[in-house]
């Protein structure tokens, strides 16, 4: 944002000097060469007037023209008296210009001192009047030549000043913008932290409200009731959830115990009832579990942390194993040697309670069927890829688009939790879930994990 600000205030800056500092620099130019011109011919008029008493009345001892003279030579011109008869008087040095004779001829025609600019050189040609009657007899000519030394030095001071002036004014645009731009961009990005901050877990966090402009400090004041309000409310779903497990589970388990008494000392007609309600029991707890398993992680708001995907699919796989078994499925593990660790970012357990869910619905889904359960771990351009693979039934379809719905479901004995849970759960830790086909029957479940250097 700084360096955005500061370009397009450093370009504004550079159009308003060249549109204002350049034709302003054009004109002054202008206006000293003119200057430098028409100086050079009041010179020469000067000098005219002076030569007349020579041109004139013939008088060789003259102490205003050798002062003339002497003026001339201290400050470099080149001086030329003509008479009537073109032919050179006094001179000092020599004149550089070859078009001056086309010159002396024009100055004939015209009042005026005839000046010329050339790049080094500036030339004033004027006529010498009889008795300085410009209407009069011509007796001769003056012909000053001065070089440009001076007017060029002049013309590139002005430039410096105006290059070192243009510089200053941009810089001090590039200075304002980058003050400005900070004052505005640190509490932001301070804001951005915080947010970051809220999003991995950290409720507590506050941002600043004493720095940076009103709209700002008004943003950071409501984000702050935000962030508290939202801390409050997570807190008490906590509460609710704690309080939720312990009430319902404890009748529950009293419930259980009483069934099994009565089973002990009844009938085959009433055991054969009272197991069906114990069924039903089992049932309502599995129901429960996942109900609460699906709120935690709705309210996932624990900082992230750094995990070994191959270590925790190694422990869980070996926890599974058992119920694997149980059920006649066989259940694999294919991690290829990864270098480095694949790690990935996400909350306290949820890697093995994601890594839980679908191997339960996976062995699930086979059923009494022999079948087999393939877990693996790749790298993918997102971060880490975990696939669970079963060669179950499989879903249709329809019934993938409506997976990760609560109570949806292909199995009987399924509360239709497991995979909501894990979508949940992913989707929390900015990960991603996709479902298809088992090549040769089946369901694939793969999740996108992020890595820790992934933003």
């Known amino acids: 944002m700084t360096r955005r600000v500061a370009a397009a205030l450093l370009v504004l800056t550079l159009a308003i000097l060249v549109a204002a500092v350049v034709p302003l620099a054009l004109g002054a130019i202008a206006h000293e060469r003119d200057s430098f011109v028409q100086d050079t011919a009041r010179t020469a008029a000067s000098i005219s007037g002076i030569a007349e008493a020579r041109l004139g009345d013939r008088v060789t001892d003259d102490p205003a023209l050798a002062a003339a003279l002497t003026t001339a030579a201290r400050q470099g011109d080149e001086l030329l008296i003509l008479n009537d008869q073109q032919k050179s008087v006094v001179s000092q040095g020599t004149l550089r210009e070859p078009g001056w004779r086309q010159l002396v001829a024009a100055s004939r025609t015209q009042n005026d001192p005839t000046t010329k600019l050339t790049a080094d050189r500036v030339i004033a040609v004027q006529t010498v009047w009889d008795d300085g009657n410009l209407g009069g007899t011509a007796i001769g000519t003056v012909v000053l030549e001065r070089p440009t030394g001076p007017l060029n030095q002049n013309i590139a001071n002005l430039w410096f000043y105006l290059i070192g002036l243009s510089g200053a004014a941009m810089a001090a645009a590039v200075f304002i913008a980058i003050y400005f731009a900070r004052w505005v961009s640190r509490p932001l990005a301070k804001l951005d932290t915080a947010a970051r901050k809220i999003a991995d877990g950290d409720l507590t966090v506050r941002a600043r409200t004493k720095y940076g402009p009103p709209e700002l400090r008004r943003m ?20 609710m959830l704690a309080d939720a497990s312990h009430q319902l589970r404890t009748p529950l388990t009293a ?17 054969a009832e009272l197991a069906g309600a114990q069924e039903e029991i089992a049932r309502l707890s599995r129901l429960v579990d996942g109900l609460l398993a699906t709120a935690r992680a709705e309210a996932v708001t624990e900082q992230l942390e750094r995990i070994d995907v191959l270590e925790a699919v190694g422990e869980r796989v070996a926890a599974w194993h058992p119920v694997a078994a149980g059920n006649g499925v066989k259940l694999l593990t294919e991690t290829p040697s990864l270098s480095p660790a694949p790690l990935v970012s996400l909350g306290a357990g949820h890697l093995e309670q994601i890594l839980d869910n679908l191997i339960d619905n996976a062995i699930e889904a086979i059923g009494d069927q022999d079948g087999t359960v393939r877990v693996s771990v790749t790298r993918s351009d997102a971060g880490i890829t975990l696939t669970v693979a079963d060669d179950g039934p499989g879903m249709t379809a329809h019934e993938r688009s409506r997976a990760f719905l609560r109570y949806t479901t292909g199995s009987q004995n399924g509360t239709g939790l497991g995979l909501a849970i894990v979508h949940r759960l992913v989707t929390a830790n900015g990960g991603s879930i996709r479902l298809a086909d088992t090549p040769g029957g089946g369901l694939t479940v793969e999740v996108e994990l992020r890595s820790p250097d992934e933003p």
């Open 220 to 239: 950071a004041a409501t984000f702050n009731m935000m962030a508290g309000r939202l801390e409050a409310l997570v807190h008490g779903h906590r509460a």
């Open 255 to 271: 419930l259980r115990l009483r069934l099994d008494l009565l089973a002990a000392d009844s009938g085959p007609t009433a055991a």
